[in-house]
């Protein structure tokens, strides 16, 4: 009896640590500042962003959010996530835990890279991570997830450019 729990308490601890990433990345004609200051100005996503809104929160290190996923063809998903990278102009990430760490959490980051001449790489990605990211990652609404961090990359493209 006590082996059987063991294995199957090791194999729980072995799941939490399955991840699977999504990641998209786009070229944008304006400095890492100037794509910055759009990615953390979430009073001014519903100018540009048509999945994402700010519900409240602090905007800040450590800070919590309050935002809402509206995806074409699924129910909106109101989550709060906390701010877990801030590194001016460089990094910006929050991490939404659902339940228990380790159960299935997700890791938003926008990550921005200096290509010199006015222009930055944005790359957009989530790690998902967890015991239920096995399952989570065959379900219909993470096969169209590619396809929302392009679309988002495309809006912050277009607004960053148009407002320079």
């Given at each position: 009896?006590?082996?059987a729990?063991?294995?199957?308490?090791?194999?729980?601890?072995?799941?939490?640590?399955?991840?699977f990433?999504?990641?998209?990345?786009?070229?944008?004609?304006?400095?890492?500042?100037?794509?910055?200051?759009?990615?953390?100005?979430?009073?001014?996503?519903?100018?540009?962003?048509?999945?994402?809104?700010?519900l409240?929160?602090?905007?800040?290190?450590?800070?919590?959010?309050?935002?809402?996923l509206?995806?074409?063809?699924?129910?909106?998903?109101?989550?709060?996530?906390?701010?877990?990278?801030w590194e001016?102009?460089?990094?910006?990430?929050?991490?939404?835990?659902?339940?228990?760490?380790?159960?299935?959490?997700?890791?938003?980051?926008?990550e921005?890279?200096?290509?010199?001449?006015?222009?930055?790489?944005l790359?957009?990605?989530?790690?998902?991570?967890?015991?239920?990211?096995?399952?989570?990652?065959?379900?219909?609404?993470?096969k169209?997830?590619?396809?929302?961090?392009?679309?988002?990359n495309?809006?912050?493209?277009?607004?960053t450019?148009?407002?320079?």
């Open positions: 009896m006590w082996i729990l063991l294995i199957i308490v090791f194999v729980l601890f072995a799941l939490s640590f399955t991840k990433e999504i990641r998209k990345e786009i070229v944008i004609n304006q400095s890492p500042e100037n794509v910055w200051k759009v990615i953390i100005d979430f009073q001014n996503y519903k100018h540009w962003n048509t999945q994402l809104a700010y409240g929160g602090d905007i800040k290190p450590n800070g919590d959010l309050h935002l809402k509206s995806v074409s063809g699924t129910a909106p998903y109101e989550f709060k996530p906390k701010i877990s990278h001016e102009n460089k990094k910006f990430a929050w991490i939404a835990i659902t339940g228990l760490p380790r159960i299935f959490d997700g890791e938003h980051f926008f921005l890279k200096n290509l010199g001449n006015n222009t930055t790489l790359i957009n990605r989530e790690e998902y991570r967890g015991i239920l990211s096995l399952i989570i990652k065959n379900l219909p609404m993470m169209n997830a590619p396809t929302g961090f392009e679309t988002m495309l809006e912050i493209k277009n607004y450019e148009s407002n320079k």
